[in-house]
């Protein structure tokens, strides 16, 4: 026996091809959780996830028009997130290659001098960036990533319920995404410290 979503997909799907920003919320809060933890499994990094959810909605509500030629939304939807999963490690490899290559590479002790400062400065915005998060927010980041907790484990030590642990990591992460967006570094960048 099937269980039947509690929304029409179909319906919703017609809603946004018109434009209906509503549709589209629903779309997101029923689709948003599954897509964030095929992300996650793919990345292993929560503000990279959250970013890459973000850009796959993003893509939905721009090329909106042409969800009515899609037999199977769910595949379609995880096909991009797979996509855009895959492009961000890439640019990750490749900016670990870079560095690699550049830091191996003792001819040029000026340029590595200033990429680790660079670098030293990009954490040290980061930290500032944690210590601005209300408490709670910075408790259970500090646990789930720092500490490498899961959730539930997250949510034994501090007493409270798992889905109260999402909610303030959800909340960290999109502090966090704001605070870096405002000072101009690349998510790519932030998710690499992040790891």
Not at 56 to 64: G, S
Not at 70 to 90: K, M, P, T
Request: charged share 25%; aromatic share 10%; proline share 5%.
């Amino acid at each position: 026996m099937s269980i039947k979503p509690i929304y029409d997909e179909p319906e919703l799907l017609k809603r946004i091809i018109g434009g209906d920003r509503q549709a589209f919320s629903q779309l997101f809060e029923a689709r948003y959780p599954g897509l964030y933890a095929f992300a996650l499994k793919l990345t292993r990094s929560p503000v990279l996830s959250e970013e890459i959810i973000q850009d796959v909605f993003l893509n939905i509500w721009l090329n909106r028009s042409g969800l009515g030629n899609v037999a199977n939304f769910r595949a379609y939807l995880h096909r991009i997130a797979r996509n855009l999963s895959l492009n961000a490690l890439r640019n990750i490899a490749k900016h670990k290659v870079l560095v690699g290559d550049f830091e191996a590479d003792e001819n040029f002790p000026d340029h590595s001098t200033e990429y680790a400062l660079d670098y030293k400065d990009t954490v040290a915005l980061m930290h500032k960036a944690i210590e601005k998060l209300p408490p709670q927010q910075q408790q259970v980041y500090n646990l789930c990533h720092k500490e490498g907790l899961t959730y539930e484990q997250a949510a034994l030590r501090l007493n409270i319920a798992p889905a109260t642990v999402h909610s303030h990591m959800k909340g960290a992460l999109r502090g966090l995404r704001v605070y870096f967006k405002k000072m101009g570094i690349p998510m790519v960048i932030v998710a690499l410290i992040l790891r």
